[in-house]
């Protein structure tokens, strides 16, 4: 299994190809709004690993995702404390001073 961890590039490129096939490196590129370098870099790293396989044509480059085992992980945040406190509602006092009308 291959865990990928989330809100990165990776993550977002590998739920695009779960959800497109077949799909194009432009069109990644044109969906995620990312530079052709960090897509051209994610795909070659995925290639190497055997998650994916890219077939070159002389205008296009053609994803295909191999595997289908991936497990996407979130990242460790420490979540922000807060502080819970009931609200008391406060009884009135009886008030034994002078009154005014």
Same mark, same amino acid.
């Given at each position: 299994? @291959? /865990? @990928?961890?989330? $809100?990165t #590039?990776?993550?977002?490129?590998? !739920?695009?190809?779960q959800?497109? #096939? ?8 044109? /969906?995620?709004?990312?530079? $052709?370098?960090?897509?051209? !870099? =994610?795909? +070659?790293?995925? *290639? =190497? *690993? %055997?998650? =994916?396989?890219? $077939?070159?044509?002389? $205008? ?9 085992? @991936?497990?996407? =992980? %979130?990242?460790?945040? *420490? ?8 609200? +008391? ?7 034994? %001073? @002078?009154? #005014?009308?």
């Amino acid at each position: 299994m @291959i /865990e @990928i961890v989330c $809100d990165t #590039y990776e993550e977002r490129i590998l !739920r695009l190809l779960q959800r497109i #096939y077949p799909i194009t490196d432009a069109y990644i590129k044109d /969906e995620l709004n990312l530079s $052709d370098e960090k897509v051209t !870099r =994610v795909l +070659k790293k995925f *290639q =190497v *690993q %055997g998650i =994916v396989k890219l $077939d070159p044509l002389p $205008d296009k480059t053609f994803v295909s995702l191999l595997r289908h085992d @991936i497990h996407f =992980v %979130g990242k460790k945040r *420490q979540r922000k404390f807060i502080k819970h406190t009931k609200n +008391k509602i406060k009884e009135k006092e009886e008030y034994s %001073g @002078i009154m #005014y009308s």
